[in-house]
């Protein structure tokens, strides 16, 4: 409906309260406080506080996040889940409590859990490093025996095994295949160690690489142990870390039972004391005074007051208009019934200082395009009972609630529009439809281009109150009047062949053509006016576009049947045909609920965006941000 009033206010008070004052603005939420041009009013910047409350909030936060890692929820529950409620009075006492204990010993226990994953991971690669050999059926030990002989474990490439056995004839040496790869073979090989550089200049020659065990391998193996029973041991000492790694998250979960909600407590007090440091950033201040200010709606003033009545004798306030130079931020302002609708306006951005605020406008038309689009009266009815049913069961806050309020807006728009013309879950009701779009489009196809125009001409009608509203009378009146004029009476006149609305529709492009351009001389003026007459193809194009209501609720209708269809072939399946018509009667239909409820919304704001909002609309305000208090984990009681 409009933009609210905006202020701008001017604290001024004693230093001493100056923190006490920033919670107290920061409790009602209702001041959008902005930073201080300091040396404009001789003023100094304040002292930045090192709190340590960033380290504390990460510290929080992790512990937070460990101790929630093993809970367990279905979906329901995390969709219902409430969040504790933190009341103004305790935020300030839970925040001194001491909680230091228990992140240290969630500290402890992931440490402790952290250090075992590496140790089963360093574990499993060393085992795996093993596997090649697992064949070797010797002592590790005796492998490591310093003798008249050399054991030697490695690998060289398949193709050189020949080559490894001609020196086996040509020289005193032995090997035994452990394990032989797709390119490779693991090698047992034993020769006398005085001949030992010898071969070691032949195995360079076969591409030889060696193979070592471990220092924690070889500290691991006992006298008569394999390399098998070195993977056996390896397996029990992961499991045994398995086993721990289990108990420490039974002890983390108890621990989270126990004082994860006070934590959480304790961390939105924290961040709310961090904003507040932040925020005395942006005021100014001198040894015995501070100074802040910001914007405010005008029907907030009197709650500013009531707030501040407690430091009245420490402080002084002042409000003013916003001067001409200055941009106010932008809130909307719109009747209850038609709220739900500002995230549309919000999704495409504010509107300028000037520029007519679009939400009321356009509430009704979206109501019925996105009625129309998604057309299956039993679809709107279902998503309209489980928002409704959310919003009472889970009561969400914020842009959620709002967003779930429009979904049941909608819903009932397609339970309304679509009992007309469509059907429920793919069986149309014909005593109770108006227009059948599949026995005949044409109907629908008109509905869709007269909607079309009609948004489209009212967009130029807000138009041209903009330019009454910011006294630019001839673009209002002769230009955007025109164009008024011309529309109606043009299609009229084709409809009709009736010479009135011919003269009418003469008269509006009249206008246009003398008016529109900006130039001064009248011939460029005239040709100037005749080529924005071009735009009449622009305005043909806009309403064309809303041909797409027509293709969007065909679509779903016809997979809604086509799902239908696919029941009763499935019924015919002799034992489980029942079971395959459900499974696709249920999946079936949600599946093309998400796509229509999808297409229809993108498409319906694509209409708003383009070509309503193209018309009168114009970008620029910035969203009014109150210093309020934030919360992440609770919700205030």
């Not at 923190?19 to 100094?44: F, H, P, R, W």
């Not at 075992?116 to 991971?121: G, H, R």
């Not at 009449?536 to 797409?548: E, F, H, K, M």
Request: net charge positive; aromatic share 12%; charged share 25%.
């Amino acid at each position: 409906m409009a933009i609210a009033e905006i202020n701008k206010v001017q604290i001024i008070g004693n230093a001493n309260i100056k923190m006490d004052v920033l919670s107290s603005l920061q409790e009602e939420g209702i001041i959008q406080i902005e930073k201080t041009d300091y040396d404009a009013l001789g003023l100094n910047s304040p002292s930045s506080e090192d709190t340590k409350l960033d380290h504390r909030l990460f510290q929080l936060s992790h512990t937070i996040d460990f101790l929630s890692q093993g809970e367990r929820k279905g979906l329901a529950e995390k969709i219902l889940m409430k969040k504790p409620k933190l009341s103004k009075p305790e935020r300030k006492k839970i925040i001194k409590s001491n909680y230091t204990p228990i992140i240290e010993k969630a500290e402890s226990l992931e440490r402790e859990k952290n250090d075992i994953i590496s140790s089963n991971k360093y574990l499993s690669k060393e085992k795996a490093l093993l596997k090649p050999f697992k064949n070797l059926d010797i002592p590790i030990k005796l492998v490591q025996l310093n003798g008249y002989t050399e054991f030697r474990l490695g690998t060289i490439p398949l193709s050189e095994v020949e080559n490894l056995r001609k020196i086996q004839e040509e020289e005193e040496l032995w090997f035994s295949v452990i394990q032989q790869g797709k390119r490779e073979v693991f090698l047992l090989i034993i020769y006398l160690r005085e001949k030992k550089e010898a071969f070691e200049e032949s195995f360079k020659k076969i591409s030889y690489i060696p193979y070592y065990f471990t220092e924690s391998t070889i500290k691991r193996a006992g006298k008569s142990d394999t390399v098998t029973d070195i993977m056996r041991k390896i397996d029990e000492e992961i499991k045994q870390g398995e086993n721990k790694v289990i108990q420490l998250d039974k002890e983390a979960r108890e621990l989270g039972l126990m004082h994860k909600e006070k934590l959480m407590l304790v961390y939105d007090g924290l961040l709310n004391e961090r904003n507040k440091q932040r925020f005395s950033q942006l005021a100014g201040e001198t040894k015995s005074i501070f100074y802040l200010e910001g914007w405010i709606q005008i029907k907030d003033i009197k709650r500013l007051k009531a707030k501040l009545k407690p430091y009245s004798e420490s402080i002084e306030y002042f409000f003013r208009s916003p001067l001409p130079d200055e941009i106010p931020p932008v809130v909307l302002e719109n009747p209850s019934a038609v709220k739900p609708f500002e995230i549309v306006t919000k999704l495409y951005g504010l509107p300028a200082r000037g520029s007519l605020e679009p939400t009321i406008y356009f509430a009704p038309f979206f109501f019925v395009f996105l009625g129309l689009t998604v057309s299956e009266a039993g679809y709107g009815l279902l998503v309209a009972i489980l928002s409704m049913l959310y919003l009472k069961i889970a009561k969400p806050r914020g842009g959620l609630r709002s967003f779930l309020i429009l979904f049941a807006i909608v819903g009932v728009s397609n339970v309304l529009f679509w009992t007309m013309v469509g059907g429920w879950f793919g069986f149309p009701i014909r005593k109770l439809m108006v227009i059948d779009p599949l026995a005949d489009p044409v109907p629908f196809l008109i509905l869709s281009l007269v909607l079309g125009f009609i948004q489209v001409w009212f967009g130029t009608f807000l138009k041209m109150i903009t330019y009454i509203k910011n006294k630019k009378y001839l673009d209002a009146f002769f230009v955007q009047g025109g164009w008024l004029i011309l529309l109606p009476s043009l299609v009229l006149y084709l409809l009709l062949k009736n010479p009135v609305w011919g003269f009418m529709a003469l008269g509006g492009a009249s206008g246009i053509v003398f008016f529109a351009s900006p130039s001064r001389n009248p011939i460029s003026r005239f040709f100037g006016g005749l080529y924005n007459l071009y735009d009449i193809s622009r305005y043909l194009a806009d309403v064309l576009s809303y041909s797409r209501l027509l293709a969007l609720g065909l679509a779903t209708t016809v997979i809604a049947m086509v799902v239908n269809t696919l029941c009763q072939t499935a019924l015919g399946i002799p034992w489980v045909g029942w079971f395959f018509a459900a499974l696709i009667f249920i999946g079936g239909h949600i599946f093309n609920l998400a796509i229509s409820f999808l297409g229809g919304f993108v498409h319906s704001m694509r209409l708003q965006f383009v070509e309503f909002f193209g018309k009168f609309f114009e970008l620029g305000g910035k969203p009014f941000e109150p210093f309020e208090l934030e919360n992440k984990y609770t919700e205030l009681s």
